[in-house]
Nanobody, 125 residues
Framework: QVELVESGGGSVQAGGSLRLSCAAS????????MGWFRQAPGKEREGVACIYRGGGSTYYADSVKGRFTISQDNAKNTLYLQMDSLKPEVTAMYYC??????????????????WGQGTQVTVSS
């Protein structure tokens, strides 16, 4: 069982930045694919960014490319999502997730076994 705890969310104005963190309960990242997802009210949960198992490659949704950066610190068992040039449309609850396998698509919700409780990101115009 892997426990994931997100932090770093908050309220910012458009153009600002936030860095989300996801602390894992055990050494995870060499064995797991890791992803960041978000869910806005009334919408489905969607993949934002992810790191494939082994950390060799990353994926970003088109809507966040160039503005969001996913990274991990294996020594701290922590996954990050740096979010810059924030826009109001990214307002949502953000979740990190872990899948104990290599994935062909790292943005599918059903591929992930473990989820954090979420951290709210609110961007005002």
């Amino acid at each position: 069982q892997v426990e994931l705890v997100e932090s770093g969310g908050g309220s910012v104005q458009a153009g600002g930045s936030l860095r989300l963190s996801c602390a894992a309960s055990k050494y995870t990242y060499s064995m797991y694919s890791m992803g960041w997802f978000r869910q806005a009210p009334g919408k489905e949960r969607e993949g934002v960014a992810c790191i494939y198992r082994g950390g060799g490659s990353t994926y970003y949704a088109d809507s966040v490319k160039g503005r969001f950066t996913i990274s991990q610190d294996n020594a701290k068992n922590t996954l990050y999502l740096q979010m810059d040039s924030l826009k109001p449309e990214v307002t949502a609850m953000y979740y990190c997730a872990a899948a104990p396998r290599a994935l062909s698509s790292c943005t599918r919700v059903y591929n992930y076994n473990y989820w954090g409780q979420g951290t709210q990101v609110t961007v005002s115009s």
